[in-house]
C-alpha cells in the first residue's frame, strides 16, 4: 500500500503556473506508477497524467498535453505536477494516485489506481 498527501494547490490567476507536490509513503514507491487526476464540482474524475517507475515514460491527458508537467523524484519519494498558461478550466480538486500494477500501457481510469490521496484544491481565476 502507498499512502499520498497532496499539497500545493491554491489560487492563482488564468495564465500564471502552479506546482503540485505529492508526498508518499511505502516500501513499493519506486517501483509504482503514480498518476494525478482531477474532478471538477459536478464532473466525473477524469486522467491528468502518470509517469513510470524511474519517471522517463510519461502519458498526458490530451487537454493538458504540452502544458503540464508530471515528474517524480523517488529519493523523496514524490512525486510533482508543474501546470503551466493555466485557464479557469484546470479549476478542481486536483488528486494524486498509486497504480501498483503495471499492465503494459499506462491507465486512464480511476478504478485502476489502489491508493489516493484527499486532494488540494486548484482555482484559477480570470
Known amino acids: 500500500q502507498v499512502q499520498v498527501v497532496e499539497s500545493g494547490g491554491g489560487l492563482v490567476q488564468a495564465g500564471g503556473s502552479l506546482k503540485l507536490s505529492c508526498a508518499a509513503s511505502?516500501?513499493?514507491?519506486?517501483?509504482?506508477?503514480m498518476g494525478w487526476f482531477r474532478q471538477a464540482p459536478g464532473k466525473e474524475r477524469e486522467f491528468v497524467a502518470a509517469?513510470?517507475?524511474?519517471?522517463?515514460?510519461?502519458y498526458y491527458a490530451d487537454t493538458v498535453k504540452g502544458r503540464f508537467t508530471i515528474s517524480r523524484d523517488n529519493a523523496k519519494n514524490t512525486v510533482y505536477l508543474q501546470m503551466n498558461s493555466l485557464t479557469p478550466q484546470a479549476t478542481a480538486v486536483y488528486y494524486c494516485?498509486?497504480?501498483?500494477?503495471?499492465?503494459?500501457?499506462?491507465?486512464?481510469?480511476?478504478?485502476?489506481?489502489?491508493?489516493w490521496g484527499q486532494g488540494t484544491q486548484v482555482t484559477v481565476s480570470s
Open positions: 509517469i513510470g517507475w524511474i519517471g522517463i515514460r510519461t
Open positions: 511505502g516500501r513499493t514507491f519506486s517501483t509504482t506508477i
Open positions: 494516485a498509486a497504480d501498483r500494477q503495471w499492465r503494459g500501457s499506462f491507465e486512464v481510469l480511476p478504478g485502476a489506481y489502489e491508493d
